[in-house]
């Protein structure tokens, strides 16, 4: 993967190659960014021109993620075949075929590719005794040894404190390049001992070049660069057409209907207790991204019903459902208490909180939210 191969972001691309250039190479940098945004494809393609600059058959192995002076850490679980002590260096396989197929895609993909949507993964401890003992080796090329480490935020207190050490006393000729979605999540320690770049949504233009590549015809990938709102892979799953999307608005539909009628319906209940056993029932990654989605519905409607039709991209496959219907029931007088309640889900889903308890909570705040005059 080379700079060529990254959507937008020449200014960044430049201020990378002139730091190999200029040989003034910090020796930790955080990459900042929001999923679809290209944070891990550019740290790939800023790890092969340190490593190789242009030099093919170096680019080559880069480009295979084979490079023997390349390493990656990633979150990783338990799986059926890794049933103790995940490491990253157990998963290479199935990270290379991530990255070829889906170099922007999100956490949620990640954990699909390994079977582990149900559970949460995380950069361990083991995971830090590794980095340790691979970077106490020196460069098999002779040159620079390069660590990236993505979504950085997922370590755990033990493992950030072990790599605090490295960047410490960092081994001689050895780049860090972290790459997180959360810097608040980073210690606040490792964070003031990297170079922080912070990369924007990416521009529509970027998405829609990016998408006619594929072979998207130009209004049509003028339509999804919008609705994508700077995130490449959300575009992409849009192109796709994900069973993901089709059961998050079933799911979505179900609950606001529900809701509604239940205010001074005690039979309605029933309905919301079975929806929040449905959706409980899921993974709690599946779960945090229905929230998201959900948050992301709530804002759209709002737009909508403040005559901001032209920023509305959300569109129901659901016929019987229509936004512009449904968006007089999201105003300024409910939609902070709406916004604040699925964010507080958000934060009890992500600490491992009864997800009954949680959806069924948050539907019954709902019913009274719905009905805010």
Same mark, same amino acid.
């Given at each position: 993967?080379?700079?060529?191969?990254?959507?937008?972001?020449?200014? !960044?691309?430049?201020?990378?190659?002139? %730091?190999?250039?200029?040989?003034?190479?910090?020796?930790?940098?955080?990459?900042?960014?929001?999923?679809?945004?290209?944070?891990?494809?550019?740290?790939?393609?800023?790890?092969?021109?340190?490593?190789?600059?242009?030099?093919? %058959?170096?680019?080559?192995?880069?480009?295979?993620?084979?490079?023997?002076? @390349?390493?990656?850490?990633?979150?990783?679980?338990?799986?059926?075949?890794?049933?103790?002590?995940?490491? %990253?260096?157990?998963? @290479?396989?199935?990270?290379?075929?991530?990255?070829?197929?889906?170099?922007?895609?999100?956490?949620?993909?990640?954990?699909?590719? #390994?079977?582990?949507?149900?559970?949460?993964?995380?950069?361990?401890?083991?995971?830090?005794?590794? !980095?340790?003992?691979?970077?106490?080796?020196?460069?098999?090329?002779?040159?620079?040894?390069?660590?990236?480490?993505?979504?950085? *935020?997922?370590?755990?207190? &033990? %493992?950030?404190?072990?790599?605090?050490?490295?960047? *410490?006393?960092?081994?001689?000729?050895?780049?860090?390049? #972290?790459?997180?979605?959360?810097?608040?999540?980073?210690?606040?320690?490792?964070?003031?001992?990297?170079?922080?770049?912070?990369?924007?949504?990416?521009? *529509?233009?970027?998405?829609?070049?990016? @998408?006619?590549?594929?072979?998207?015809?130009?209004?049509?990938?003028?339509?999804?660069?919008?609705?994508?709102?700077?995130?490449?892979?959300?575009?992409?799953?849009?192109?796709?057409?994900?069973?993901?999307?089709? !059961?998050? &608005?079933?799911?979505?539909?179900?609950?606001?209907?529900?809701?509604?009628?239940?205010?001074?319906?005690?039979?309605?209940?029933?309905?919301?207790? +079975?929806?929040? &056993?449905?959706?409980?029932?899921?993974?709690? *990654?599946?779960?945090?991204?229905?929230?998201?989605?959900?948050? &992301?519905?709530?804002?759209?409607?709002?737009?909508?019903?403040?005559?901001?039709?032209?920023?509305?991209?959300?569109?129901?496959?659901?016929?019987?459902?229509?936004?512009?219907?449904?968006?007089?029931?999201?105003?300024?007088?409910?939609?902070? +208490?709406?916004? +604040?309640? #699925?964010?507080?889900?958000?934060?009890?889903?992500?600490?491992?909180?009864?997800?009954?308890? !949680?959806?069924?909570?948050?539907?019954?705040?709902?019913?009274?939210?719905?009905?805010?005059?």
């Amino acid at each position: 993967m080379i700079f060529d191969d990254i959507l937008g972001y020449d200014s !960044i691309k430049k201020y990378l190659k002139d %730091s190999v250039e200029a040989q003034r190479i910090p020796h930790a940098q955080l990459f900042v960014g929001n999923e679809g945004s290209g944070t891990l494809p550019m740290a790939i393609a800023y790890a092969s021109h340190i490593l190789c600059k242009d030099e093919s %058959s170096c680019l080559l192995k880069c480009n295979n993620l084979s490079h023997p002076d @390349l390493h990656f850490v990633f979150p990783t679980a338990i799986t059926t075949k890794v049933k103790k002590d995940p490491i %990253s260096a157990l998963f @290479l396989d199935e990270w290379r075929k991530f990255i070829k197929d889906k170099p922007y895609g999100s956490l949620f993909d990640w954990y699909q590719q #390994l079977g582990i949507e149900n559970k949460q993964g995380n950069i361990g401890v083991n995971e830090a005794k590794d !980095i340790t003992s691979k970077l106490s080796l020196k460069a098999f090329e002779g040159g620079y040894k390069v660590m990236v480490i993505w979504m950085a *935020e997922k370590m755990n207190t &033990e %493992s950030a404190n072990k790599l605090l050490k490295l960047l *410490e006393e960092p081994p001689q000729r050895t780049i860090f390049l #972290l790459v997180t979605e959360d810097e608040s999540s980073i210690l606040d320690t490792i964070r003031s001992r990297c170079q922080i770049l912070r990369f924007p949504p990416l521009s *529509e233009k970027a998405i829609k070049e990016g @998408l006619v590549k594929r072979g998207v015809a130009e209004n049509e990938a003028v339509k999804l660069a919008v609705r994508a709102q700077g995130n490449f892979n959300k575009a992409l799953s849009f192109l796709e057409n994900t069973d993901e999307e089709n !059961i998050f &608005e079933k799911w979505f539909i179900t609950w606001v209907r529900s809701a509604y009628r239940a205010k001074g319906n005690k039979s309605s209940i029933h309905g919301l207790l +079975q929806w929040s &056993e449905e959706i409980a029932a899921s993974g709690r *990654e599946t779960q945090k991204q229905f929230l998201l989605y959900c948050i &992301e519905v709530f804002r759209q409607a709002l737009l909508m019903n403040y005559n901001s039709a032209s920023l509305v991209y959300s569109e129901f496959k659901d016929s019987s459902f229509k936004l512009e219907k449904f968006a007089p029931f999201v105003h300024g007088n409910n939609i902070q +208490q709406i916004h +604040q309640q #699925l964010e507080e889900a958000l934060f009890h889903v992500e600490r491992n909180g009864n997800a009954k308890i !949680i959806f069924t909570d948050l539907s019954i705040k709902l019913t009274r939210l719905l009905h805010t005059k």
